[in-house]
């Protein structure tokens, strides 16, 4: 098993500019959120494939499921401004 915080560190390790927060009741499947400028310009499945390489081989292994949203800085200050 590996726990969210193993991950949490993969990827801040890997975009290292990042603000992520991962969650997992069972550690096996888990939730991410993850913001970052690394993020601007590209579409949803080249974000996503950065974390991806950034947590490695436990992803379909040790890690059953990752429900995964990644956000640019301004994508997130404008969801924040939207729920206030």
């Known amino acids: 098993m590996i726990d ?3 991950i949490q560190a993969r990827i801040q390790a890997a975009i ?4 992520v927060e991962v969650v ?11 913001v970052s400028s690394a993020f601007e310009g ?4 080249a974000q996503h494939q950065l974390v991806y390489r950034a ?3 436990e992803l379909g292994n040790e ?3 990752l429900q995964l ?10 969801q ?3 729920s206030e």
Not at 69 to 74: E, G, I, K, R, Y
């Open 16 to 19: 290292p500019d990042a603000i």
């Open 42 to 45: 590209k579409r949803r499945v």
């Open 69 to 78: 949203t990644t956000l640019t800085p301004a994508e997130c200050q404008a």
């Open 4 to 6: 969210a915080s193993v």
């Open 24 to 34: 997992s009741d069972d550690n096996v499947h888990f939730t991410a959120l993850v």
């Open 63 to 65: 890690i059953h499921a």
């Open 55 to 57: 947590i490695g081989p």
């Open 80 to 82: 924040n401004a939207d």
